[in-house]
């Protein structure tokens, strides 16, 4: 049952945008990072696993790492949340490529992707990664056929910046639509958890208060796959 404030922020709304974190592809399978016990962050070290220093250091057990989410990833299947979003431009956190092959179209992606590799000093692009069948502690990368130097995941790391055209898509698009659903997100990942402020309304779907709720027009308690579904009739393609 979608409640009335919900219903009421959304049917004058003309163009909706969502912007989603790792809650969106909890219901497709893959681990969110703050999650308690389940999360990644429960049980790898982000420091040790996504900083750029941690590359620098010993990049084998996070070329690893990658890898392997990129396998499961890519063996995960879109939940009824993805492709209830299909129609409208996505904002997204995630590095899966769930929202894709759920029919979205226009797809932000603020921290990068698990999909894309390139060059760690000149930034080439690398195609070809092999992803294992199995998870493995270390691995190492390839070297750039262009440069010698080792060949790195397309995600962004605790200490890089966020891609500069993939940030400015992201505030055009919150600060011109009528209401933004903020999905699947904690909040706490800066600068990130700034873009949902720049909405003239915000509707938040998580199963439980995040950093956002208190920014929210409403806070509705339930899940991707449950929630977005019945809010199909409002998620039209932007004339
Ligand atoms: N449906 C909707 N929301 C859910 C679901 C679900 N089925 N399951 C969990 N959630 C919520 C959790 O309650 C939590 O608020 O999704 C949120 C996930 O929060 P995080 O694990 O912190 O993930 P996220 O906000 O995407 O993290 C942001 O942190 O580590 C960095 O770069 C990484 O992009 C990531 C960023």
Redesign the pocket.
């Known amino acids: 049952m979608v409640p009335e404030e919900v219903t009421s922020l959304l049917a004058d709304a003309r163009r909706v945008v969502a912007f989603t ?4 592809s ?2 497709s399978g893959l681990d ?4 308690a016990t389940t ?1 990644l ?1 429960e049980n790898v070290d ?1 420091q040790a696993m ?1 900083s750029i220093d941690a590359w620098a250091r010993d990049p084998d057990p996070m070329w690893a790492w990658y890898l392997w989410r990129a396998r499961l990833a890519a063996e995960a299947q879109p939940n009824a949340g993805h492709r209830a979003l299909a129609p409208i431009p996505i904002v997204t ?2 590095i899966d490529n769930l929202h894709e092959r759920g029919g979205s179209v226009e797809v932000v992606h603020l ?1 990068g992707s698990l999909f894309s590799f390139r060059c760690t000093i000149c930034a080439r692009p690398f195609r070809g990664v092999e992803l294992p069948e199995s998870p493995a502690e270390r691995a190492t990368p390839p070297a750039c056929p262009l440069c010698g130097n080792l060949i790195r995941p397309g995600v962004v790391w605790f200490g890089e910046m966020l891609p500069t055209d993939a940030w400015q898509r992201a505030e055009d698009l919150i600060s011109s639509c009528d209401a933004l659903l903020v ?7 800066q600068p ?1 958890a700034t873009l949902p402020l720049l909405a003239p309304a915000m509707i938040e ?4 208060e ?1 950093n956002l709720t208190r920014f929210a027009s409403y806070s509705w308690r339930t ?3 449950v929630g977005l579904p019945q809010l199909e009739s409002f998620l039209t393609t932007p004339s």
Do not use: F, L
């Open positions: 974190g790792a809650g969106m909890a219901e969110t990072y703050r999650d999360g962050w982000p996504a956190q995630n921290h999905v699947g997100t904690s909040g706490i990942v990130a779907i998580s199963p439980q995040t899940t991707a796959a």
